[in-house]
C-alpha cells in the first residue's frame, strides 16, 4: 500500500518542506514473504536456538549478521535479539513472540539497510523493557532501530515501554498493517526521519512524551508523520497526540486523539487534513497547532478547554505575521472553552463547512485572528459570549456575504435563518449561552431577504455540535426579517 506526499500549494510551505518523496524506499515487494528460505530462532525462557550460523548465539543474545528471512517463536525471560547487519535488508517474522530484558532493551536494531518485521496472523506478541537501563547510550527503546524499520501482517504486537520510549528509530518507521498496543513513559512511536502509517489498528498511550512523534530538524523534507488509513488511537497524559518539527498529513482513516495538557496535533510548519476522520476528545487542552494548518477535506471535531486550532509560530505576537489557518473543503465542529478559531496571521475560509460552539467567558471568542477574516466561499456558522468589541467579524476583503447576529435572548435557544420562501438555511443551537452569531453561506446574496426565528423545534436529519441537517424545522417565534445591504449585515434584536 503506497502513496506518493502529497504537494501542498507552496504559499502554505515556506520553509520549501513539503512535497517531496521521502518514502521512495519503501516498495511494494517489502511485504512479500518468502517461505522456502527461512532461518528460525527459538527462544525458551533463558535459551536460544537457531538453524542458521548468520545468527550468533551467546547466552541469552541472538545476534542476526545477514540479510534473509528469519522466524522468531518462543519467549525471552531476560536477554536481547540483536540485528547487526551493516547495509542488508532483513524480513523478521514474529510468530507469537515474547521478549523481555531486565536491564536494556530487548530489541535493538543496531545496523542495517532495511528490516521489515511481519506479525504473523492469529499470533500475540510482546516486548517489553526495564525501568531502568544499565547502558547510557543506545538502544533507549523498547524496540530501539538505527535503520529503516517498518511493521506489517495481521498479528498483534504490545510493547510495553518502561524506561522511555516504545518504539523508537533514528531512520523511519513505516506501519503498513498490524495490529498494536503501545505504551510509555515518553514517546509512543518515534521515527526520526518520519512515521507513515498506511493502515493498522493502533493504541498508543503515554505520559509525559508524544503519542506518535517525528523529530528530525536537520535534514531537508524529513520531519514529518503521514497517515493515509487505520483505526488509530492516541493518548498523552502531558504531551501531544502528535507532535512533528516539520508536517503532519492526514489523508485518511479514523483518529482519536487526547492530550490532557497539550495539543492533539502540533506541528512546527504545517497540519494539513485532507481526509478521515479526526476527533479530539474532550479534556484535551488544545486541538491543532501549528504556524500553518490547512483543511481541505475530511471530517475534523475538537472538544477542547483552550484554543481548538491555532495557527501560531509562538513569537506572543501583537501584529499580524504570516500565520494562516485556511479551510477549503472537509467539515470542522469545534466545542471549547477558549478561542475557537485562532490565527496570529491571516483566517481564510474558502469552502467546507465550519461550526464553532465558543466559550462561555466573555475575554474568549468564537474566532480570533490578528490578520484579515476573509471568506470567499463554503459555510461558517459560530457563536459566543457577550465580548464586545473582541468580536471578529469578516473582513471587506471578503467576496462572500455574512450576517453578525447579537441578541441578549439567544442563549441556548435554536436558531434558524431562513429565506422569504420558508427555505432554511441554516438550524443551530449554541450548546452553552450565547449573546452572537457569526453565519455565512453561498446563499446569503446581496439585496435579498431573510428572517431570524428562535425557538421552535427540529425533527428527522443529523445534528452534530449543534448543527442540524436533513430534516424539517417548526418555526418558533420570529425574531427579525431584513435584507442584505452589507458585506456584513449586522442583525440586533
Known sequence: MLTAIAVIVAGCDPENVIGKDTTKSETATDYEWDNSNVKTIVFNQNAITSTSKDVLIQGTTATITSAGYYNISGNLSDGQLVVNAPKAKLKIMLSGVTMANSTTSPFFIQAASKVIVFLKSGTVNTISDPAIYTNTGEPQAALFSNAYLAFTGEGTLNVNGNHNDAISSDDEVIINSGNFNIQAPD??????????????????????????????????????VKIDGGNISLTSAQGDGINTTKRILIENGKLTLTAYESQGLRSDSLVHISGGEITVMKNSRQGIKSPYIKLTGGTTQITSNKIAVNATFETAATQPDSSLLTVSGG???????????????????????????????????????????????????????????????????????????????????????????????????????????????????????????????????????????????????????????????????
Do not use: W
Not at 503515554?206 to 530538524?217: F, I, P, W, Y
Not at 468564537?366 to 459555510?379: D, F, H, Q, Y
Not at 457569526?438 to 421552535?456: E, I, N
Open 187 to 224: 514517546d509512543g512511536i518515534r521515527g526520526k526521519n518520519y512515521v507513515l502509517i498506511h493502515d493498522c489498528n493502533l493504541v498508543a498511550a503515554v505520559n509525559t512524551g508524544h503519542a506518535l512523534k517525528s523529530d528530525n530538524t536537520v535534514t531537508d523534507g524529513r520531519g514529518y
Open 331 to 493: 467539515n470542522l465542529y469545534i466545542n471549547t472553552l477558549s478561542h475557537g478559531l485562532v490565527s496570529d496571521g491571516n483566517i481564510h475560509i474558502d469552502g467546507g463547512t465550519t461550526v464553532v460552539q465558543g466559550p462561555y467567558d466573555n475575554s474568549k471568542v468564537a474566532v480570533s485572528t490578528l490578520g484579515e477574516l476573509k471568506i470567499t466561499n463554503g459555510m461558517l456558522v459560530a457563536s459566543g459570549p457577550n465580548a464586545g468589541s473582541l468580536i471578529k467579524s469578516p473582513d471587506n476583503t471578503s467576496t462572500q456575504n455574512s450576517l453578525k447576529i447579537t441578541s441578549g435572548t439567544l442563549g441556548t435557544n435554536l436558531i434558524n435563518i431562513q429565506d422569504a420562501g420558508g427555505n432554511s438555511l441554516v438550524t443551530f443551537k449554541p450548546i452553552k449561552s450565547a449573546y452572537y452569531l457569526l453565519f455565512s453561506s453561498p446563499a446569503l446574496k446581496t439585496g435579498t431577504t431573510f428572517s431570524v426565528f428562535t425557538g421552535g423545534s427540529y425533527s428527522g436529519g443529523t445534528t452534530i455540535n449543534g448543527f442540524s441537517t436533513g430534516g424539517i424545522y417548526t418555526p418558533g417565534t420570529k425574531k427579525s426579517t431584513f435584507t442584505l445591504s452589507e458585506k456584513v449585515t449586522p442583525v440586533n434584536f
